[in-house]
Structures are given as structure tokens and as C-alpha cells.
């Protein structure tokens, strides 16, 4: 069993930065997929951002340009930065991973990070 912990979620006000981290309890480098999603009140849990062991990251149009994903595969972390923040930016945050094995993979959540972004 694999455990995810976020942290650095908070409240701060629009236009200022959180990055968020996510670490794993064992090793990330054989996950194919690491990603951060986020669930905002009312709403269903959408895609944020994710980054494939391979290939190029993925963003949701709204943080184009704000957010950035990363992985430090070397500390088992992968995080998310985010600038410019907005209210509707306001969730609570998931970090996600999923690895080959088994029959169809495996698939890992968090139990999120809330950040809160005030007008």
C-alpha cells in the first residue's frame, strides 16, 4: 500500500502563491502517472494538472500559465506551484498517483490539502 500526504495548502489572497507538496511513502519513479486534482464546494473533483513518467504535462485551461507540476522522483514528491491565485481557484486539493501491477494498475489518492483564495 502506497500513502500520499499533501501539504502547504492555506488561505491567501488573490494574486499571491501556495505551492503544494505531495509525498509518497515509497517510490514514485514507478508510477506512470502523478497528477493533482482539486474539488472546489458543490463541485465535482476536476483535473488540475498531471505529469506522465514519460512525455509532457497536462494542464486544466484555467491554470495554464499559472500552475506548474513537478516530480522530484529522488524524494518521492511530486508538487504543485501555484501563482496568481484566484478565488475560483478556492478547493480542496487531491494528489493522485497510479502504477502498473496487477490487473489494471493501482491507483492512489491523498486526503487533500484545502486552499482557500479570498477576493
Known amino acids: 500500500q502506497v500513502q500520499l500526504v499533501e501539504s502547504g495548502g492555506g488561505l491567501v489572497q488573490a494574486g499571491e502563491s501556495l505551492r503544494l507538496s505531495c509525498a509518497a511513502s515509497?517510490?514514485?519513479?514507478?508510477?506512470?502517472?502523478l497528477a493533482w486534482y482539486r474539488q472546489a464546494p458543490g463541485k465535482q473533483r476536476e483535473l488540475v494538472a498531471k505529469?506522465?513518467?514519460?512525455?509532457?504535462?497536462n494542464y486544466h485551461p484555467s491554470v495554464k500559465g499559472r500552475f506548474t507540476i513537478s516530480r522530484d522522483n529522488a524524494k518521492n514528491t511530486v508538487y504543485l506551484q501555484m501563482h496568481s491565485l484566484k478565488p475560483e481557484d478556492t478547493g480542496i486539493y487531491f494528489c493522485?498517483?497510479?502504477?502498473?501491477?496487477?490487473?489494471?494498475?493501482?491507483?492512489?489518492w491523498g486526503q487533500g490539502t484545502q486552499v482557500t483564495v479570498s477576493s
Open positions: 515509497r517510490s514514485i519513479s514507478s508510477f506512470n502517472v
Open positions: 493522485f498517483g497510479a502504477r502498473p501491477g496487477g490487473l489494471g494498475g493501482y491507483d492512489y
Open positions: 505529469i506522465p513518467n514519460r512525455g509532457l504535462t
